[in-house]
C-alpha cells in the first residue's frame, strides 16, 4: 500500500514539474460577433481582462452592416464554426432563433446574479421564452431626447414638461433659425423612431395591441399620429431625413447638435457618447423623457434590451457559458458603463456621467412603465419592411393614407400566417 501511494506521490510530482515547464495554461479562445463598429474599441477594454479572469482569450469579428451581419450568424448557427458569443436583438427578433434551439439557455449565469440581488429578475423578460432565458444583456437603453442645455439656456428654454412645453420648444427653436428635431432615414431603421414615440406619448395601449397584430394601421389612432408627424414636418421641425444619424461612419446628426445647429434628438442613451465624441462637452448634453400628449397617460419610457447569445452547435460554447458570467460580473459590467456610459445592469456598478444617473433615478423613483421599442416589440417581418414605409412617409409625408394601407397589408400578410 505505502509503495503504491509512493508512486502516486512521484507521478504526481512529475506531471506538477512536466506542468511547471509548459508555462501557464494557454488560454481558450471565443469568437464574439456584433455589429456594432464603433463600440469594437470598448469590447476590448472589457474583455480584455477575462484572459486573466476566467481563461478566456476573446476574438473580437466586427461587421459593419448589419444586414450583412445578420445573414453571416444566421449561416453559421447550426455549425460548430458558429460564434461563441453573438450581439442580437431581443423580443420577436431572437424567438425564431429559440424556437430552432439555436441558442442556449442561459439561466444559471442568470441566477448566480438575481439570487445575489445584483441584477433585477425583470430584466431577463427580454430575454425569456417559456420561462428560460436565452440571453445576457449586451446593453439597457432608453430612448429619450437628448439636448444641447447651452442652445436651450441661450434661448430661454428648459426641458418641456408638457406637450404643450414640447410644441412651444420646438417653436421657438425654429424661429431662432435652430432646427428643433433630428430624424433620419439613413441605415433604413431609425424611420421607426418617432413613429414609435408619437404612438406611446398618445396611445401606448393602442402601441402594445398594434404591436401584436391586435389593432390596425389603418386605425385612427395611426391616422392621427401621421398627421401631427406631417404637420411638424411641414413646420420645419426635423432635420432632412438624409442626414447621417452617427453610427456608421458619418456623425452629422450628433455634430449639428454640438455645434447648436440642432436642438434636439430623440434615440437611446447610447447615443450620448458620439455626441460627445463629436466636440459637445459632456457636461452641456442634457435628456429628457418626451412628455405624453395627454397628461393623464400613465409615466413610461421606451426601452431597449439588445442580448448577447451563445449559439447552441457552436464548439466554443462551454467557454461562452464562462464568459457570459464574467460579462455579468461587476468588474466587466463597471468597465462596460464607464466605456460607454450605458444605464447599469448591475447594482454594484455606478453610473459613469450624472446625466445616465439622473435619468436612471427619474425612471426608477417615479415608476415609469417601460415598452419595449418597435424594433423588437413586433415581428421582424413586419418590421423590416415597415421602416421603408414609414422612410418613405418622411420623405412625402402627403402619401399617408397609402402608408397606412401598405403597412396594414404587410401585417396582415404575417398574422394570417399565425392563426
Known amino acids: 500500500m505505502k509503495l503504491k501511494k509512493l508512486g502516486l506521490r512521484k507521478l504526481g510530482l512529475i506531471a506538477a514539474s512536466l506542468a511547471a515547464l509548459a508555462g501557464p495554461a494557454v488560454a481558450q479562445t471565443v469568437d464574439f460577433y456584433h455589429d456594432k463598429g464603433n463600440w469594437n474599441d470598448a469590447y476590448k477594454t472589457v474583455l480584455g481582462p477575462a484572459k486573466e479572469a476566467v481563461g478566456i482569450d476573446v476574438n473580437l469579428v466586427p461587421y459593419a452592416d448589419t444586414s450583412t451581419y445578420q445573414a453571416a450568424v444566421r449561416a453559421a448557427l447550426r455549425t460548430p464554426s458558429a460564434p461563441g ?4 436583438w431581443s423580443g420577436y427578433r431572437m424567438k425564431d432563433l429559440v424556437d430552432a434551439k439555436l441558442v442556449t439557455d442561459v439561466g444559471e449565469v442568470w441566477k448566480k446574479y438575481t439570487d445575489a440581488g445584483l441584477v433585477s429578475p425583470s430584466l431577463a423578460s427580454a430575454f425569456t421564452f417559456d420561462g428560460k432565458i436565452y440571453g445576457v444583456p449586451n446593453l439597457v437603453a432608453y ?3 437628448l439636448y444641447n442645455k447651452k442652445t436651450f439656456a441661450e434661448n430661454g428654454l428648459e426641458p418641456p414638461k408638457t406637450w404643450e412645453e414640447l410644441e412651444k420648444v420646438a417653436a421657438t427653436l425654429k424661429e431662432k433659425g435652430i432646427t428643433p428635431f433630428g430624424q433620419t432615414i439613413e441605415g433604413r431603421w431609425p424611420s421607426f423612431i418617432w413613429f414609435q414615440e408619437l404612438l406611446v406619448r398618445s396611445n401606448p395601449e393602442f402601441y402594445a395591441k398594434l404591436m401584436t397584430g391586435q389593432a390596425k394601421y389603418t386605425d385612427p389612432e395611426v391616422t392621427a399620429v401621421l398627421k401631427t408627424w406631417a404637420d411638424w414636418i411641414g413646420k420645419g421641425y426635423f432635420t432632412d431625413p438624409s ?3 452617427g453610427t456608421s461612419g458619418s456623425n452629422a446628426m450628433a455634430g449639428q447638435l454640438a455645434q447648436g445647429k440642432l436642438g434636439m434628438i430623440l ?3 447610447w447615443y450620448a457618447n458620439t455626441i460627445v ?7 452641456d448634453l442634457g435628456a429628457f423623457i418626451m412628455p405624453n400628449e395627454k397628461a393623464d397617460l400613465p409615466k413610461s419610457v421606451i426601452f431597449e434590451a439588445g ?3 451563445i449559439a447552441s452547435a457552436s464548439a466554443q460554447k462551454e467557454d461562452a457559458l464562462k464568459l457570459a458570467d464574467y460579462w455579468m460580473s461587476s468588474k466587466a459590467q463597471q468597465a462596460w458603463v464607464d466605456a460607454q456610459d450605458f444605464p447599469p445592469i448591475n447594482k454594484d456598478v455606478k453610473a459613469k456621467s450624472p446625466l445616465i444617473a439622473d435619468l436612471v433615478k427619474e425612471i426608477n423613483d417615479g415608476g415609469y412603465t417601460s415598452i419595449n421599442r418597435f424594433w423588437e416589440a413586433t415581428p421582424p417581418q413586419i418590421a ?3 421602416v421603408d414605409e414609414l422612410g418613405n412617409f418622411m420623405l412625402h409625408p402627403e402619401t399617408a393614407p397609402q402608408v397606412q394601407q401598405n403597412l396594414q397589408a404587410l401585417a396582415d400578410k404575417y398574422w394570417a400566417t399565425q392563426k
Open 85 to 88: 458569443v453573438f450581439a442580437w
Open 143 to 145: 430612448w429619450v431626447v
Open 243 to 245: 442626414i447621417a444619424f
Open 267 to 269: 434615440v437611446g442613451t
Open 277 to 283: 465624441q463629436s466636440g459637445l462637452d459632456a457636461k
Open 307 to 309: 442580448p448577447l447569445l
Open 384 to 386: 423590416e419592411a415597415a
